[in-house]
Nanobody, 124 residues
Framework: VQLMESGGGSAQAGGSLRLSCSGSAITFSSTNTYCMGWFRQAPGKEREGVAV???????SYAESVKGRFTISQDKGEKQVYLQMNGLTPEDTAIYYCVMKPGWITLVADSFGYWGQGTPVNVSS
């Protein structure tokens, strides 16, 4: 397993959770730049990009999580975190850590590395 996820679990609406992911085992021979982040998939719904950050610290968020979720990283360590505040039942999903060489994007097909997924369940 090259992307190690932790965190997630259950929370009540309005609560908070924090996800962590380590991609330190992954190296890219052609570049020092990389993009890491999180996608999610809820039952019966399409996969959705949540938040990503690149090695320069640029970030991109889905509109649905802006102002509530914050992505951060240990720069150079390939560790990424997703602080999720103000959770709603609509945030319930399996959250996947992703990683790719190069610059930032929220296009799922651009990511060649995916974690196993960690469940987040938000009750009302």
């Amino acid at each position: 397993v090259q992307l190690m996820e932790s965190g997630g679990g259950s929370a009540q609406a309005g609560g908070s959770l924090r996800l962590s992911c380590s991609g330190s085992a992954i190296t890219f021979s052609s570049t020092n730049t990389y993009c890491m982040g999180w996608f999610r998939q809820a039952p019966g719904k399409e996969r959705e990009g949540v938040a990503v950050i690149d090695s320069d610290g640029d970030t991109s968020y889905a509109e649905s999580v802006k102002g509530r979720f914050t992505i951060s990283q240990d720069k150079g360590e390939k560790q990424v975190y997703l602080q999720m505040n103000g959770l709603t039942p609509e945030d319930t999903a399996i959250y996947y850590c992703v990683m790719k060489p190069g610059w930032i994007t929220l296009v799922a097909d651009s990511f060649g590395y995916w974690g196993q997924g960690t469940p987040v369940n938000v009750s009302s």
